[in-house]
């Protein structure tokens, strides 16, 4: 069966410092994957997508990036976080030529102090 | 445009109160409807696809129906462990596979015992 990994769960950095967030899917090949982010009793923000290794999509101008060093490896980073940085995010994969739904990881709670 | 709302926002049943959560889509060529069960800091839980007019999928206490402009999450005989929010999306016609997914504001469910 298909897993998918999000690390940290929780992370608190200051203003101005880097940021990685890692995501990686276990048990499927070739996923579409994807970076949204959550704000409190808000819907979700669908922040990058990427259809294959080095592939990726923005979705909203940020101070974010995102990049696919791996099929199955998915990371979102900054070189500067801001305050307006701080946010739930969450990964989440889905079978390409399909219409099956995403399946989602457990979450990244990012505070910027 | 494309959206998803979600109605009522926020709902408050006693333990045994039924009770129904509505989702209205207006999208083009809907390629799959989605409900979520998302639990505080962590990350939305697929719980059923529909996929045209008339189709029902059940789950326990759970059941969802579609029609051609609303969805609906029927909660017969809720529990406390039913306090969630629930979330719906909409899967499109699109060659952009980022916006292929349309989510709609959730709607927070409290069971009191």
């Known amino acids: 069966s298909q897993t998918i990994h999000q690390w940290p769960a929780t992370l608190v950095q200051p203003v101005g410092s880097p940021l990685s967030l890692e995501c990686t899917v276990e048990g499927t090949s070739n996923p579409n994957l994807y970076w949204y982010r959550q704000a409190a009793g808000r819907g979700l923000q669908l922040l990058f997508y990427?259809?294959?290794?080095?592939?990726i999509s923005s979705e909203v101008p940020q101070n974010l990036s995102a990049s696919r060093p791996q099929d199955r490896q998915f990371i979102l980073s900054s070189k500067k976080l801001l305050l307006s940085d701080s946010g739930f995010y969450l990964c989440?994969?889905?079978?390409?030529?399909?219409?099956?739904?995403?399946?989602f990881g457990d979450g990244t709670r990012l505070s910027i102090l | 445009e494309d959206q998803v709302t979600q109605s009522p926002e926020a709902l408050r049943l006693q333990e045994g109160e039924s009770s129904s959560l509505n989702c209205s889509y207006t999208v083009s060529g809907l390629r799959g409807l989605f409900w979520y069960r998302q639990d505080p800091g962590k990350g939305p839980e697929f719980l059923f696809t529909l996929y045209s007019a008339g189709e029902e999928k059940e789950k326990e206490r759970l059941k969802a129906t579609l029609t051609k402009k609303e969805s609906f999450l029927h909660i017969t005989a809720p529990k406390p462990e039913d306090s969630a929010t629930y979330l719906c999306a909409v899967r499109r016609r699109l060659d952009n596979y980022g916006q292929n997914f349309v989510f709609g504001p959730g709607t927070r469910l409290s069971v009191l015992p």
């Open positions: 989440a994969w889905s079978v390409g030529l399909s219409n099956q739904p995403q399946h």
């Open positions: 990427s259809v294959g290794i080095g592939q």
